[in-house]
């Protein structure tokens, strides 16, 4: 008989079930990299073994935005896997050299082709199994004029009891729309700050 579903474990051991990627070779010059604790460290980094360059392996950021137009949200179908079909907010990984606002512009006008001010950050998402953290900010769309990317099969406006929830793609868009809505009726937005198992 199989485990309980990776959704069910507790958070420790998906931390355990995680791995790093794993460096093998070093980027400054090329040589095998072998993972130890270095001096004045307290756990395994990819060490060069010729010119003893550390390589740090830290979470990769995930940015986006929940764009609402009065009572309802955008949401883009997924034209891409992971999830393909399945339904997401607008957001992708952060690139060198921008800001996570920046960032969440960005992939918002690339994933929906929608115009929209930001409206602060509403929710930081710890997905530890996965190495990412999911940022996710309150926008306001300017206009209702969409055109969505090759990453989007379609792009739409849902209100809450038209949102598809059995075809989000991600738990943490389920977790943002989920704070989105009860912070709507208490009309008071604070920043989530949570782990997704």
């Known amino acids: 008989m199989q485990g309980p579903p990776c959704y069910a474990r507790p958070a ?7 791995l790093p990627r794993r460096i093998k070779h070093c980027r400054v010059c090329g040589a095998p990299a072998l ?4 001096a004045d460290d307290n756990r395994e980094r990819a060490v060069c073994t010729v ?5 740090y392996e830290n979470p990769i950021n995930v940015v986006g935005t929940l764009p609402v137009w009065g009572e309802r949200v955008l949401l883009c179908r997924r034209n891409i896997e992971p999830r393909y079909g399945f339904w997401t907010l607008p957001a992708g ?7 996570t606002a920046d960032g969440a512009l960005r992939e918002t006008e ?5 115009r929209v001010e ?11 199994r996965v190495g990412q953290v999911h940022l996710y900010y309150r926008a306001r769309m300017l206009d209702t004029t969409l055109a ?3 990453e989007t099969i379609e792009a739409r406006l849902f209100r809450e009891d038209e949102v598809p929830w059995d075809q989000l793609a991600f738990r943490t868009v389920r977790q943002t729309l989920e704070h989105y809505f009860a912070d709507r009726r208490s009309g008071v937005f604070p920043v989530h700050a949570d782990d997704v198992a």
């Open 93 to 99: 990984f952060l690139e060198l050299g921008e800001s």
């Open 12 to 18: 420790a051991t998906l931390r355990r079930m995680f």
């Open 148 to 150: 969505p990317g090759p």
């Open 51 to 55: 010119c003893a360059e550390i390589h």
């Open 35 to 38: 993972y130890r604790v270095p």
């Open 118 to 128: 930001l409206q602060g950050l509403f929710t930081v998402l710890n997905v530890v």
């Open 110 to 114: 690339e994933e929906a082709g929608a």
